[in-house]
């Protein structure tokens, strides 16, 4: 049965073991932001054996490109990115000890593989409720690629901030699976 876990950046192998595909997460603590652009330079970076600007162990990582922020708020509208658009570019950050990353829509096998290997775990996040995401985002800052403007890499300090388990580290994939549970069969 589905279960609510709060849990604290940076992430261990004992706090993602306890999820399971359908559990609430509230997150606290630092997550980082990257979309596309910002995980080629990453990659490529760790191609060339060069140090990252972000250290990955424990980490988490939010796919998003928020809109600027109105007065008064660290932030504004701040929703999921469709995620396989990292697939090609995520297994070499979770080899470097990403826990976990969030956004919207399915994982690749190779993506699903890696987390099960690495003990990492992806958490959708609710496309469509940008406004809603924003008011756990207590803090924002850029870290690195200020060129690439909403796709810079940000430090963001989150409170409750919300999530689903979509992807688990035993392989199980709740995509696939509530897929599977709504198939009308002949």
Known sequence: MPKTVKLTTPLTDEDVSKLNIGDTVLLSGIIYTGRDAAHKRLV??????????????????????PAPAPPGKPIGSAGPTTSYRMDSLTTQLLERGLKASIGKGPRGQNVIDSM????AVYL????????????????????????????AIR????????????????????????????????
Request: proline share 2%.
């Open 44 to 65: 490529d970076l760790i191609e060339q054996g060069k140090e990252l600007p972000i250290e990955l162990k424990g980490q988490v990582m939010y796919y998003v490109g």
């Open 116 to 119: 099960e290997k690495n003990k």
């Open 124 to 151: 959708a996040a609710v496309g469509g409720a940008a406004a809603l995401i924003a008011k756990s985002i207590k803090k924002a800052e850029i870290i690195a690629y200020e060129d690439l403007g909403a796709e």
């Open 155 to 186: 430090k963001l300090e989150v409170e409750d901030f919300p999530c689903i388990v979509a992807n688990d580290i035993y392989g199980n994939d709740l995509y696939k699976e509530g897929v599977a549970k709504y198939e009308i069969r002949n």
